[in-house]
């Protein structure tokens, strides 16, 4: 079993940036493939960012490439995801996942976070 637990979310303007951090207990994450993912209301869950365990390869959705940054730290249990530039369209609550495939699809991934809020105010 792997525990994670979401951190950093907030409040800001347009254009500013938040780290968002997600810390794993229970088990290594180092062999798992890390994703953020976030859902707004009324909305699906969207995939966000992704990480390999293995090579570390970073994967990220279209609306994010360029301002999102997603990070590891396998000895410390921790994955992180660097916020620049944010849009008021960033505004959601942002989930940590981990599984043994990386895919944009939510259902591949087993441990989920219990999220946290970003706003993004214009």
């Known amino acids: 079993q792997v525990q994670l637990v979401e951190s950093g979310g907030g409040l800001v303007q347009a254009g500013g940036s938040l780290r968002l951090s997600c810390a794993a207990s229970?088990?290594?994450?180092?062999?798992?493939?890390m994703a953020w993912f976030r859902q707004a209301p009324g909305k699906e869950r969207e995939f966000v960012a992704g990480?390999?365990?293995?090579?570390?390869?970073?994967y990220y959705a279209d609306s994010v490439k360029g301002r999102f940054t997603i990070s590891r730290d396998n000895a410390k249990n921790m994955v992180y995801l660097q916020m620049n530039s944010l849009k008021p369209e960033d505004t959601a609550v942002y989930y940590c996942?981990?599984?043994?495939?990386?895919?944009?699809?939510?259902?591949?991934?087993?441990?989920w976070g219990q999220g946290t809020q970003v706003t993004v105010s214009s």
């Open positions: 229970g088990r290594t994450l180092s062999r798992y493939n």
């Open positions: 996942a981990a599984g043994d495939n990386l895919r944009a699809g939510p259902n591949w991934y087993a441990y």
């Open positions: 990480i390999t365990w293995s090579s570390g390869s970073t």
